[in-house]
């Protein structure tokens, strides 16, 4: 992994730097809060490992700085504040893990080697458009052209699976888990009575059908080819 640095301990810093090198990972190191600031939003990293106390700019501000401009990079933040409340404040500043000092360096590695395994965070879906249907998941709302579409909680819940699998096959034990939340059969066509509901909703009067039943299996929501 590619690692920024911020620490103004430069005892420490060295101590660290070597483990992670040592581990693998490339590291960049910044021992000011200013040029820290500057440093993340000029260059691409994969994790951040940043301390609290630093000169100029404090770690908590560039951590809100970086979450108030979308920055979603891992931070591992440090901090001689170990108090339960100083971890709670570092983490609703968007922190993903906190390590108290003094610390082991094989506990901060098994940290970064757990924040690496997690992946880049996927921004939150809020809008979905499939042709000229367009699904607000915020405000719970359908249109398909100009045409509000008025659905129950429930017709919502099937439209919202189905669009987050579009152009693939969701079957009825599928929707029975996740609109239900049934982990059984209850023996009845509960959901080919709500699937047709919404298809009258969604379909009926446009010239392309979005909902289609897969025979013997489920449903499939596609956009014209």
Known sequence: MNILLVEDDSRAA??????????????SHETDGKAATFMVAAESFDLIILDRMLPNVDGL?????????EDSTPVLLLSAL???????????AGADDYLSKPFSLAELLARVDVLSRRGPVQ?????????????DLLGREVRRGNQRIDLTTREFKILEYLAH???????????????????????????????SRLRQKVDKGFAIQLIHTVRGTGY??????
């Open 123 to 135: 921004p939150v879906t809020t809008h979905i458009q499939i042709a000229d249907l367009e699904i």
């Open 220 to 225: 499939v929501i596609r956009p014209p080819v």
């Open 82 to 92: 170990g108090e339960v409340d100083d971890k709670v404040k570092g983490l609703r």
């Open 61 to 69: 501000t560039i951590l809100k700085t970086m979450r108030a401009t």
């Open 165 to 195: 699998h579009m152009g693939r096959v969701v079957t009825r034990s599928m929707l029975l888990e996740n609109v239900w939340e049934y982990h059984f059969d209850p023996q009845t066509n509960i959901i080919d009575q709500h699937v």
């Open 14 to 27: 060295n101590h660290v730097m070597k483990g992670l090198r040592e581990a693998g990972h490339t590291v």
